[in-house]
């Protein structure tokens, strides 16, 4: 089992920045690839990008690209999203989750932190 829990939602004016954590617990961390999604109101989950085990690789949605970040600290069994240039639309609740195999659907899933961008 892997426990996850986001934090570092809140409320920003749009074209401002926050960064999400997700502290991991349980089984071991780095053997996981780590994924960001969010669920804006009244719309499918959505995903963000994913960070591979290594910390080499990360993937992203065209609608973040170039504006979130995505990084790990192995060491701290956290991940990040960092969210620059915040819109409105970007207003939704984040969740992280873990992949335990490529391709495969994710496996552990946190309980979500809200983030509201004002425009």
């Known amino acids: 089992q892997v426990q996850l829990v986001e934090s570092g939602g809140g409320l920003v004016q749009a074209g401002g920045s926050l960064r999400l954590s997700c502290a991991a617990s349980?089984?071991?961390?780095?053997?996981?690839?780590m994924g960001w999604f969010r669920r804006a109101p009244g719309k499918e989950r959505e995903w963000v990008g994913t960070i591979s085990r290594s910390v080499i690789n990360t993937y992203y949605a065209d609608s973040v690209k170039g504006r979130f970040t995505i990084s790990r600290d192995n060491a701290k069994n956290t991940v990040y999203l960092q969210m620059n240039s915040l819109k409105p639309e970007d207003t939704a609740v984040y969740y992280c989750?873990?992949?335990?195999?490529?391709?495969?659907?994710?496996?552990?899933w946190g309980q979500g932190t809200q983030v509201t961008v004002s425009s």
């Open positions: 349980g089984r071991t961390f780095s053997s996981y690839a």
């Open positions: 989750a873990a992949q335990g195999v490529a391709g495969r659907p994710f496996d552990y």
